[in-house]
């Protein structure tokens, strides 16, 4: 496939101008949210229907004409409580990934989630997780974080499953069992 070309986006929404597939790799993670970038990451947040609102140093996709496309907010300095945490604090915590609508299914979500994780990685947090918002689509949003890698955590006590994965990619490929990784 030749990914110069925009992907086909879902029927009825309308594709941002400049979309182009997101290079394999992770995203430049430098390129995160200053106060200028905050009312565009909210406007995409009103389309995406989420209320949750980007701060600075969210991680930002960009279109190749520099629009956002998509956010990341999470904090690498988080502790789970509940059970099944594999190893001590601190733990890496996505707080949302919203994608705008005319972006979906292009790559940038999965680009968002993975610079999140490869930047944990480099400060030293071993484990990331992220609670699922509960409501209509959450069995989809769980099913988003799993088909890249995510394992529920162990928790009987939820009615949907926080997600989690190791940072270390060696780690993660060797499917430590614990916390409810396999």
Same mark, same amino acid.
């Given at each position: 496939m030749d990914d110069s070309h925009p992907r086909s986006v879902p029927p009825g929404l309308e594709p941002l101008p400049g979309l182009l597939h997101p290079p394999d790799g992770v995203l430049d993670d430098r390129d995160t949210a200053a106060e200028a970038d905050l009312p565009a990451l909210q406007e995409i947040a009103g389309r995406a229907g989420v209320a949750y609102r980007a701060g600075p140093g969210a991680l930002i996709a960009r279109t190749v004409h520099g629009a956002p496309a998509g956010w990341l907010a999470g904090v690498y300095d988080s502790v789970y409580t509940g059970p099944g945490a594999p190893c001590a604090p601190p733990h890496a915590y996505v707080r %949302?990934?919203?994608?705008?609508?005319? %972006? +979906? +299914?292009l790559g940038f979500g999965t680009r968002l989630l993975s610079t999140f994780v490869a930047r944990a990685h480099r400060l030293g947090v071993r484990w990331a997780f992220a609670a699922v918002d509960e409501g209509p689509g959450a069995e989809g949003r769980a099913a988003w974080f799993a088909e890249r890698g995510w394992a529920p955590v162990d928790d009987p006590g939820e009615e949907w499953p926080v997600m989690c994965r190791w940072t270390d990619p060696d780690e993660h490929r060797q499917g430590r069992r614990a916390g409810g990784l396999s």
């Open positions: %949302a990934v919203v994608v705008d609508p005319g %972006a +979906r +299914r």
